[in-house]
């Protein structure tokens, strides 16, 4: 089995929770930016399409294993958005704050703020591997007007966990990958890596 994994991202906290989940287990994780992947297209409406797709565009980029995440906000009161659009909900090149903005626009005047954030992680030990692992998360909150908390990234400071009077944001980083839906999605992957 080979140890490296591409990890089919860009995205700098998404690589520091991988790399802090699955390195334990023995796995040396690289960015795709390690070997001049370019960013694969997202064109799907779902979650586990895209994510396969990144996971394929790395693979096969690279000739190594690929591990993809995609996971965004759902916001009950929204029929689910961001959803697959959270990192780009207010535009291609838009930045968390301009995302947050946006997300509390759209939520003016509304009381209902139930979410979820949701990851999918799809593992490829080739391009053209028939039986790509799978594993999903959810982490259930609501969003809050005011912006708390120093960590985290995307729409970590607006969403908060009641059961802990937190945001995402005030939470640690083992704390988080405790019980976040990355975290939960990347248990339930590195259990299906044990048995390989």
Partial sequence: MNSVIVIASNNAGKLREIDNLLSPLGYTLRPQADFAVTQACEPYPTFIENCLGKARHAAKSTGLPALADDSGLCVRALGGDPGVHSARYAGQTATDGANNAKLLASLAGIA?????????????????????????????????????????????????????????????????????????????????????
């Avoid at 609501?142 to 970590?156: H, K, N, T, V």
């Avoid at 019980?179 to 299906?192: F, P, T």
């Fill in 112 to 196: 209902q703020r139930d979410a979820y954030y949701y990851c999918v992680m799809v593992y490829l030990r080739h391009a053209d591997d028939p039986q790509p692992l799978i594993a999903e998360g959810r982490w259930h909150g609501m969003i809050i007007d005011e912006a708390r908390g120093s960590g985290g990234f995307g729409y970590d400071p607006h969403f908060y966990i009641p059961q802990l009077d937190k945001t995402a944001a005030e939470l640690g980083m083992a704390e988080k990958n405790a019980i976040s839906h990355r975290g939960k999605a990347l248990s339930s992957l590195a259990a299906q890596l044990k048995h390989l």
